[in-house]
């Protein structure tokens, strides 16, 4: 007898929404293969967008590019993300949140990639056990 092959299948669905109007301004459907930041470098953003994602659109370059035009992003830092503290700005009111930095990417590779200072916030969330990096 033969053996039968069976292989998983998934696909992703990238949509961008429009803050003003909350409608799709940008949708594209892949196979589940295409990693997420090949669709975010295909992105045309206005200046003063906010973009919020996951650390599978980690690109120095395209973080480079978004400060550059002016969009503004959330992320998460991968966990061995090497930067500098250029400066600590002082925390008010009674937020969550625990920590609030410019920096700038200590690595060669990535001060080449995006030679742009950066601003790190850490935030607590009451109801999780984990910190949140933004």
Known sequence: MGTVSRTK?????????????????????????????????????????IIAMDRGYNDYRLFANWTRNGVYFVTRLKDNADYLVLEQHPITGSCNIVCDETIY??????????????????????????????
């Open 9 to 49: 299948g998934a696909v992703k669905l990238h949509l961008l929404l429009d803050h003003d109007g909350y409608l799709p301004s940008f949708a594209c459907i892949s196979d589940g293969k295409k990693h997420d930041v090949h669709i975010a470098r295909l992105l045309s953003l206005a200046p003063g967008s």
């Open 105 to 134: 990417f200590a690595a060669p590779a990535a001060q080449k990639k995006c030679p742009f200072p950066l601003r790190r916030i850490v935030a607590t969330d009451p109801t999780a056990a984990s910190r949140l990096w933004c």
